[in-house]
């Protein structure tokens, strides 16, 4: 018996694998040449960043990424913008959507920035905008280099500072991923999100050393459906803060330390705040911070909520604030702060506190706090004969289960 030859549409099907793009139509294949610098594997074609100009080392690939990235956006399919093992020098990136599919960007090599303030405008190094369905990836380290600007940072004095850039901004990404990605030595925050939608961050490895200014994990902003998890996070900041317009965020299985936590706030800095709704923070371990879980407001701000919040399941380990809500920060003004804080509840939160006030609740008078639940809670000062308390103001405070320290009325 004769053996069958190949069909038309397999031997396309197997071309479509390296040398062109492919669709199904009407029970056949069509072949369509690929974008000059993209190779075909399977249902994805990769854009990679070297045929398009990028070079590994001190000269700047800025231009070639953004010539990658541009292609990759505009193709017509799933598309992989590749960054191959090296290290690639870029200046202030910005990576624009919105683009015609999904798209993903694998970074197996390192990204460093340029050191020298002055080649930034914007508030990220590298930015993602405007993009639904963008998956960041690889293993790949992101380098800001922000020893070399941190000197520039005067924040701490001055509350009108211009912040140093983000290593990454991400704005208006809906459906968006970020998975296994390392990032070092923030010039600004390390990470911003902001108006987005649906977006889930798991196995980072945020690193800045513990003196290192302003250099905040991740910060969320104006955002819904956020989620971080799996990650291990050090910085001279909060390890995450949550921030003005975020409903619905989940936190959970972190490692935070050094740092200065996690936070919700600082709210109320600016005029006409959003409110903030919806966060649990769970199954995370602060390890030498200066907080454990924290809530922070300004003191003279304009009305807004912060409500629906839980934190569960936190060990602390030498940490000076194991709980805190502090409704003067900034101390700017002598008048009270008017974020109202509600039905907020710390439970299943244990070890140890380098303070003897192991919780503080230092609510408003103007908007006290109401429904502040505490349940279990078993903290104690990493020196045995040292006795730990719970101070409150302004609070209303309802307990149960184990309470140590005797909880504040």
């Not at 701490?156 to 030595?185: F, W």
């Not at 302003?214 to 990650?231: A, E, F, L, P, Y």
């Not at 149960?400 to 909880?407: A, D, E, K, R, V």
């Amino acid at each position: 018996m004769a053996r069958k030859a190949p069909s038309v549409n397999i031997i396309l099907a197997v071309f479509c694998l390296a040398l062109v793009s492919c669709e199904a139509k009407g029970g056949l294949i069509i072949a369509r040449p690929l974008p000059r610098g993209a190779v075909g594997v399977a249902a994805e074609t990769i854009f990679n960043v070297l045929q398009f100009g990028a070079k590994p080392g001190n000269g700047q690939s800025t231009q070639a990424f953004i010539r990658a990235w541009n292609a990759a956006c505009n193709f017509n399919g799933k598309a992989r913008l590749l960054v191959p093992p090296g290290v690639f020098t870029l200046a202030e990136t910005v990576f624009q959507g919105p683009c015609k599919g999904p798209i993903t960007v694998q970074v197996t090599g390192t990204l460093k920035a340029v050191a020298d303030v002055s080649e930034y405008t914007g508030k990220g190094w590298i930015s993602f905008d405007s993009i639904n369905g963008l998956l960041l990836t690889g293993g790949g380290t992101f380098d800001a280099q922000g020893p070399s600007v941190w000197k520039y940072n005067d924040c701490k004095g001055n509350s009108n500072c211009v912040r140093l850039p983000a290593t990454l901004y991400i704005n208006d990404v809906q459906n968006g991923k970020l998975k296994g990605i390392k990032l070092l030595n923030s010039m600004g925050f390390h990470m911003h999100v902001t108006n987005c939608n649906f977006f889930r961050a798991q196995g980072l490895h945020i690193t800045a050393p513990q003196d290192s200014p302003n250099t905040d994990g991740i910060h969320i902003s104006k955002s819904q459906g956020v989620s971080i998890v799996r990650s291990v996070i050090g910085t001279g900041d909060d390890c995450i803060s949550v921030g003005q317009g975020s409903t619905n965020v989940n936190i959970s299985k972190i490692t935070c330390g050094p740092g200065h936590g996690i936070s919700v706030g600082s709210l109320g800095k600016l005029p006409k705040e959003l409110d903030v709704a919806g966060v649990v923070v769970k199954n995370c371990t602060m390890l030498g911070t200066t907080n454990g879980v924290r809530i922070k407001t300004w003191a003279g701000s304009d009305p807004s909520r912060a409500s629906r919040i839980l934190f569960d399941n936190i060990v602390v380990d030498n940490v000076q604030n194991p709980i805190i809500i502090d409704q003067g920060y900034g101390s700017r003004s002598s008048k009270p702060s008017l974020v109202k804080i509600s039905d907020v509840t710390y439970q299943n939160i244990r070890g140890t506190t380098t303070s003897p006030v192991a919780v503080n609740l230092m609510c408003s008078r103007q908007a006290p706090c109401q429904n502040v639940r505490l349940n279990n809670i078993n903290l104690t000062h990493r020196l045995i004969n040292v006795k730990v308390s719970a101070t409150c103001a302004n609070a209303q405070v309802i307990s149960s289960g184990i309470q140590f320290p005797p909880p504040c009325r």
